[in-house]
């Protein structure tokens, strides 16, 4: 049976760009959010208003869809159970959702599958600190764009975090000296099939990505390796929904799986402009019980950068906006939000490079030339925001 009417756990960007899809595909969206100025209220065809963690609100939207989905990874399972133990239906269902939330749980479960993840350990203090400099630190729970993540290059940086570290919120990782980072973007419906998008490469700034590059110039054994471990995640979580998923690429083709979400996913946003199907319309065609699109890109190349705040302001940015959009084969997404913060992603721009790839030299050039025109020249196109 097909769904028509989807909920979303969340009124961000994501869902935003979920609700722009939602129409072409005969469906309707309900999102759970806490403002009614968040970006997805706007094209939704019904909004209940609540924060993304509230299973009364959660119970509420269910009164008005057929399937829930999730926009993030903000979610109380033991509430949400209590909605499916009364027959609402969760895509992807809580059972794949638990062992993914918690980054010490999620590494856990990727190494009893037998995937190649770093060392880590939970962090208990102290003690528990590795021996050698640099190690990651990361935040078990709620950690995005960069937020609860720490390269710790030294004691004195570590001394300066740890009043602030209570002991089961954190996860202690092994520092990966990679050569690239890497990323795809899967999805699998509930008869199992399954659609992966091109294996991208993705370059951070402070742990936030801040341009994408699809697809990536890698060996095809190692396309060929994320491929296969993919496959192995969506079938191993028995996975229904779209599924994103990060890389670390050494220089010797060894392969490490970084970290998953079970969202929609920064480093696919190249494909609302890029691919036959956007990561956004197959994520509601796996949830809806709608055929799979295709994945396939629909020219040789395309170059996603996040446009990322840069100052605390209350500013449309229409100069700069007409900039961006003025660019050769430029496609500019911006997210409708009020205000600017440091960091707070606020659209992305995608150039689509139609015949001969670029070299890594022309798209290091083309995003500097975009971000020249985004960032203030004070603050510095290699130094970014952070």
């Known amino acids: 049976m097909v769904t028509k009417r989807v909920g979303v756990i969340g009124g961000g960007q994501l869902a935003w760009m979920l609700a722009q899809e939602a129409p072409q595909l005969g469906l309707e969206l309900v999102v759970q959010t806490p403002q009614r100025e968040d970006p997805a209220v706007a094209l939704a065809q019904g909004v209940v208003l609540g924060p993304v963690d509230s299973a009364i609100a959660t119970a509420a939207l269910a009164q008005t ?7 993030n990874e903000f979610v109380d399972l033991e509430s949400l159970g209590r909605l499916e133990e009364q027959g609402v239906i969760f895509y992807p269902s809580l059972g794949s959702l638990a062992p993914l939330l918690d980054k010490l749980d999620q590494r856990r479960y990727l190494q009893s599958l037998g995937l190649p993840v770093p060392q880590f350990s939970a962090y208990e203090g102290q003690d528990s600190i590795p021996r050698s400099f640099p190690f990651v630190l990361k935040a078990r729970r709620h950690g995005y764009d960069g937020q609860g993540t720490w390269v710790v290059p030294n ?8 009043p602030g570290l209570n002991q089961g919120d954190w996860l202690l990782e092994d520092f990966i000296p990679f050569e690239r980072e890497l990323a795809v973007v899967a999805a699998r419906n509930n008869r199992g099939e399954m659609a992966l998008y091109p294996v991208v490469e993705t370059h951070q700034v402070n742990q936030v990505c801040r341009w994408v590059v699809a697809p990536a110039d890698v060996p095809q054994a190692v396309q060929v390796m994320i491929e296969d471990y993919t496959r192995r995640i969506l079938e191993a979580l028995n996975f229904v929904g779209i599924l994103g998923i990060e890389f670390f690429l050494s220089g010797d ?15 696919g946003h190249y494909s609302l402009d890029a691919c036959q199907t956007s990561q956004f319309a197959m994520q509601l065609q796996a949830v809806a019980g709608l055929p799979l699109g295709s994945p396939a890109l629909t020219s040789s190349q395309a170059v996603m950068v996040n446009l990322l705040g840069y100052e605390d302001a209350q500013d449309d940015y229409a100069e700069k906006r007409q900039a961006l959009a003025n660019l050769e084969n430029a496609q500019l997404h911006w997210y409708g939000k009020n205000e600017s913060r440091v960091g707070r992603k606020l659209g992305h721009l995608t150039i689509l490079v139609e015949e001969i790839p670029y070299s890594r030299q022309q798209i290091e050039a083309l995003v500097r030339q975009v971000e020249a025109l985004w960032y203030p020249a004070s603050l510095g196109i290699s130094k970014g925001i952070g």
Request: proline share 3%.
């Open 155 to 162: 004691q004195d940086d570590f001394d300066r975090l740890q």
């Open 253 to 267: 083709r060894h392969v490490l799986i970084n970290e998953l979400a079970p969202r929609t996913h920064n480093s």
């Open 65 to 71: 869809c057929d399937v829930i989905t999730f926009e």
